[in-house]
């Protein structure tokens, strides 16, 4: 992350609580939280190397396993006949 700049703000108490509640629900801090909503208002949004890598990966691996050769072996029922089967229920 490049430097950092500290800033006060000053925040209405049901904006500081929502700012609490909000940043341990995302478990990242309130800072994290304030630069996240920066960002998104600017539409520049900074890179974390480590969700892009992620995701790389896992891109990778999608691509890897649509490439499996499996077997189709059909099936014998329907998606209607699922449907009717749970309704019975």
Do not use: C
């Not at 490049?2 to 800033?7: A, E, F, G, Q, T």
């Amino acid at each position: 992350m490049s430097s950092l700049v500290k800033r006060v703000v000053e925040l209405r108490p049901e904006q500081h609580e929502f700012l609490k509640r909000r940043s341990q629900e995302m478990g990242i801090s309130e800072d994290e939280l304030v630069r996240r909503a920066i960002d998104a208002m600017t539409g520049e949004p900074e890179v974390d190397s480590s969700r892009l890598d992620g995701w790389t990966r896992l891109r990778s691996e999608m691509e890897k396993r649509a490439r499996l050769n499996v077997p189709q072996t059909g099936r014998s029922w329907t998606r209607e006949e699922l449907y009717d089967a749970d309704s019975r229920h």
